[in-house]
Nanobody, 127 residues
Framework: QAQLVESGGGLVQAGDSLRLSCAASGHTLRVYAVGWFRQIPGKEREFVAAVSWTGSNTYYADSVKGRCTISRDSAKNTVSLQMNSLKPEDTAIYYC????????????????????WGQGTEVTVSE
């Protein structure tokens, strides 16, 4: 059964860094675009970053551009999100996801395009 599991969240101070990881089991991530989204309870899920299935294209929300880097590790079947210079407004639950279609390229910032989601990892950034 295809499954995504996020890890790496935690409680940090403003200015610190975190590296989130999205691991897949039961299937390979290599043929899927993968996105990271975040959500604050009571608010809509927000796009953070995405990487194309080829790995050659990356996409970032304006709010994290220059502070985050998304990358693939095909050998480990993971996609990571390195987040630097964290701000209190980065506090949220972070989810990774991929669409149901292999080799898909489309609206990477639209959560409705993604079919498989992990359970999320919580990031809390204090002042």
């Amino acid at each position: 059964q295809a499954q995504l599991v996020e890890s790496g969240g935690g409680l940090v101070q403003a200015g610190d860094s975190l590296r989130l990881s999205c691991a897949a089991s039961g299937h390979t991530l290599r043929v899927y675009a993968v996105g990271w989204f975040r959500q604050i309870p009571g608010k809509e899920r927000e796009f953070v970053a995405a990487v194309s299935w080829t790995g050659s294209n990356t996409y970032y929300a304006d709010s994290v551009k220059g502070r985050c880097t998304i990358s693939r590790d095909s050998a480990k079947n993971t996609v990571s999100l390195q987040m630097n210079s964290l701000k209190p407004e980065d506090t949220a639950i972070y989810y990774c996801a991929h669409p149901s279609e292999r080799y898909w390229s489309g609206r990477v910032d639209d959560p409705d395009e993604y079919h498989y989601w992990g359970q999320g990892t919580e990031v809390t950034v204090s002042e």
